[in-house]
């Protein structure tokens, strides 16, 4: 039940990216005793920084936070499956869990494309799960892109 209602919350920070114009993509960073530690959205665009994702928002404010950039124990729920430099920051912060909504079949390293988090040879593993509001995650991408094509052949 808890995963249902992070998710809700990171589909709540992935409308404030698309209000903005952004990838609705949202992430909530939650700590070990189920805290709410960090909320982030997708920044790129406005930030101008191409590491600015929803999940990197998130560490950074969390890690702020804690004052540690090491963040045992907690657990990151992202709308959208996570990408390689995604993954790779929160080993790094040695989250013990990663929950994402909807899979992404050209950038996922959670299984989709590629699998990192198993991966034995990196010095940290961590729990993923997959497919929590997974219809909801979706349909804000499809709806989103779907929008921005339709806007797109309107200007040609």
């Known amino acids: 039940m808890a995963d249902i209602a992070w998710m809700q919350l990171a589909l709540a920070q992935a409308a404030q990216a698309q209000q903005l114009g952004e990838v609705p993509v949202g992430a909530v960073l939650v700590d070990a005793q189920g805290q709410l530690l960090a909320t982030g959205f997708n920044r790129t665009i406005i930030d101008h920084d191409p590491t600015a994702h929803a999940e990197i928002v998130a560490l950074r404010l969390g890690a702020k936070r804690v004052q540690n950039y090491r963040l045992p124990g907690a657990s990151l729920y992202v709308t959208l499956e996570p990408c390689a430099m995604c993954l790779g920051a929160m080993l790094h912060a040695r989250l013990a869990r990663v929950v994402f909504g909807a899979p992404d079949p050209k ?26 509001l997974a219809q909801a995650c979706g349909d804000t991408l499809r709806d989103f892109f779907k929008e921005r094509r339709s806007k797109e052949i309107k200007h040609d």
Do not use: P, R
């Not at 996922?108 to 799960?129: I, R, W």
């Open 107 to 132: 950038t996922g390293v959670c299984g989709s494309v590629l699998n990192l988090a198993l991966e034995k040879k990196l010095n940290h593993q961590t729990q993923v799960q997959g497919g929590i």
